[in-house]
């Protein structure tokens, strides 16, 4: 009978290789984030827009007597069209990207990029920014899909675009690509992996706008997904190295960090709540002493169901955040302003809402109606509204019957107050929203 053999008689070469994999682990931790003096926060900089030397008026009649203008930013059809952010460019002009195939994680997903004319309100014809193909000859690793870009400006006022590719797996295997642009978008360098983690390097996502630190160097609202569902940032130097990384919460429960700035030492973040305990509330926690601790995370009043949202501090101090405010569907879309640092809120405008009973379960020609005539009321040039029908029916049917989404939004302030809303519309298209801070005004006026 062969004796079983215990601790003693293993190979020592084994313990070897445990023990120079654990020291390669903490030597790569030191070298990727030993942390150095923290940056302040740059209070009221946004990582997304330029300086802009002259001043424009804001068109008049903007959106007729609503003060509200939509356009369609994508116009593809029959293709799954998802996770849009935005950029301000020169004389006004903002620039959108966003990922768009046949499937989320299909092999011909790309990247997206269109710019607006804010004066007519609108878009350049979309084209490519990059593939998974350019991707994974860029990085000489294997690529399997692209999804979820974001954008940040440097203090030298070049653009750098952050998006996920994942190598294996699901968007756990996720790893953070960044390509540069001294053009606004116009040119890009080859794609670039970022180093997040010292170990593997995998389960790492963006979704949130960046910030600006005081120092020039930007902030990166990331989370993680394997091993776990937690936020983070990351401060990145010129170069689009990670100097230095926060845990902002732990567990498998909170996504997508939204980074609010209040103050130099003063910031909120929201998050996204994927955890199973009810109430499903967004996430916040809070730093009064420049990202050095955070409050332990905590639910707030807005209800959110487990999907992405977006926000701003806005000059007065207020906070409006864009959102799908219910607790367990995408099919409602609200604009919410908070006046005491994220604490109560208050919805002042609904921009979709598909979340009475009665739609629950359409027929189909009525399901058909209704996507048509959100098609038209979007864009009362729309002559296609059967071909936007036909593309939202393609990817919202399930056995449970149609459906509606209107998620992850991205809200931006430009530096004359005006402000820009994108969000994934029916999972088909990429829809545009345009409003002034006197509309703004007018409406938190009107609701309180």
């Known amino acids: 009978m062969t004796r079983r053999p215990y601790l003693g008689d293993r190979s020592p070469g084994r313990f070897w290789v445990l023990g120079f994999v654990l020291v390669a682990f903490l030597a790569g931790s030191v070298k990727i984030f030993q942390r150095g003096p923290r940056p302040k926060f740059q209070a009221g ?13 804001i068109p008049s009649g903007l959106g007729g007597s609503s003060g509200v203008r939509s356009e369609f930013v994508s116009k593809r059809k029959l293709v799954r069209t998802h996770a849009a952010c935005l950029i301000e460019l020169e004389n006004r002009k903002v620039r959108a990207f966003w990922y ?13 990029t269109a710019v607006l004319d804010p004066d007519t309100g609108s878009w350049t014809p979309e084209r490519m920014v ?23 400006r440097a203090a030298d006022g ?76 990351l401060n990145l130097d010129a170069a689009n190295n990670v100097v230095d990384s926060t845990r902002l919460s732990s567990g498998r429960s909170c996504l997508q960090p939204v980074f609010l700035v209040e103050g130099e030492n003063r910031a909120v973040v929201l998050m996204r709540y994927a955890g199973k305990e009810r109430p499903n509330r967004v996430i916040s926690t809070r730093t009064s002493d420049g990202g050095l601790t955070w409050t332990p995370p905590e639910k707030l009043m807005l209800a959110n169901p487990n999907s992405a949202l977006s926000g701003l501090m806005l000059p007065d101090g207020r906070i409006l955040a864009a959102l799908n405010n219910n607790e367990d569907n995408r099919d409602a879309l609200s604009l919410v302003v908070s006046d005491d640092g994220g604490t109560r809120w208050k919805t002042i405008y609904v921009v979709e809402d598909k979340s009475e009973p009665d739609w629950k379960n359409p027929s189909d020609n009525r399901y058909s109606s ?16 059967v071909g936007y029908a036909d ?58």
Request: hydrophobic fraction near 40%; aromatic fraction near 12%; include cysteine.
């Open 130 to 152: 990059v593939s998974r193909e350019t991707t994974q000859q860029a990085l000489f690793r294997y690529v399997k899909k692209v999804g979820n870009p974001v954008v940040s």
């Open 45 to 57: 900089v946004v990582a997304s827009a330029p300086t802009i030397e002259r001043s424009p008026e």
């Open 100 to 112: 768009a195939g046949t499937d989320e994680g299909t092999a011909d997903v790309t990247i997206q």
């Open 158 to 233: 070049s653009m750098t675009l952050f998006y996920v590719a994942v190598s294996l797996g699901g968007w756990s295997g996720s790893s953070i690509t960044a390509m540069t642009s001294q053009d606004d978008g116009e040119t890009w360098s080859q794609p670039r992996r970022l180093i997040t983690s010292p170990f593997f390097n995998l389960g790492t996502l963006v979704k949130a706008q960046p910030f600006a630190y005081a120092d020039g160097t930007i902030g990166l609202p990331v989370h993680a997904e394997f091993l776990g569902k937690f936020g983070e940032v």
């Open 391 to 448: 593309s939202v029916k393609r990817l919202m049917g399930s056995s449970k019957g149609w459906s509606f989404e209107f998620s992850y939004p991205c809200l931006i302030r430009t530096k004359l107050g005006e402000f820009h809303l994108v969000y994934t519309w029916n999972e088909a298209f990429i829809k545009h929203v345009q409003f002034s801070q006197a509309w703004l005004d007018r409406r938190m006026a009107e609701t309180k």
């Open 370 to 385: 209704a996507i048509e005539a959100l098609a038209v009321a979007t864009n009362g040039g729309t002559v296609e509204a």
